[in-house]
Nanobody, 128 residues
C-alpha cells in the first residue's frame, strides 16, 4: 500500500522551531518530487515548499522564504521540512505530497503543478 506519513507537528510558541518528517512506504519516492503544503482553518490549501527528485531544485512560498528549509533523503525514502522562527500565522495542518515529473522540473513548475499523492497531515499550532 502506497503511503505518505507525516510526523513532527505539535504546539509551539512564536519564534520556536519544528522539524516535520514525511515517510514514504510501499513505494520508492526517489524519482518523485516531494512537497509540503498547508491548510489553515477557513483557508484553501497552499504550497509551502517543494523539492525536485534530486534535491537540486526547490520552491518556497514567499511567506516562508528564509525561515523554512525543505530537504530529502532518498536512501531513507524521507522528506523533511525544517521550520524556524515560527509565527502564529504558520498554524495549519501540514501535508506531505509527491508527484512524478519527467525530467527535472523548474522551480516555477514545482510551485504551481498539482501534486498527486498525499499524506493525512500533521497539525502545527504556533501560539503568540
Amino acid at each position: 500500500q502506497v503511503q505518505l506519513v507525516e510526523s513532527g507537528g505539535g504546539l509551539v510558541q512564536a519564534g520556536d522551531s519544528l522539524r516535520l518528517s514525511c515517510a514514504a512506504s510501499g513505494w520508492r519516492v526517489s524519482r518523485y518530487a516531494m512537497g509540503w503544503f498547508r491548510q489553515a482553518p477557513g483557508k484553501e490549501r497552499e504550497v509551502v515548499a517543494t523539492i525536485s527528485w534530486d534535491g537540486d531544485t526547490t520552491y518556497y512560498a514567499d511567506s516562508v522564504k528564509g525561515r523554512f528549509t525543505i530537504s530529502r533523503d532518498n536512501a531513507k525514502n524521507m522528506a523533511y521540512l525544517q521550520m524556524n522562527s515560527l509565527r502564529p500565522e504558520d498554524t495549519a495542518v501540514y501535508y506531505c505530497a509527491a508527484r512524478f515529473f519527467s525530467g527535472v522540473p523548474t522551480a516555477q513548475a514545482l510551485g504551481v503543478t498539482p501534486f498527486d499523492y498525499w499524506g493525512q497531515g500533521t497539525q502545527v499550532t504556533v501560539s503568540s
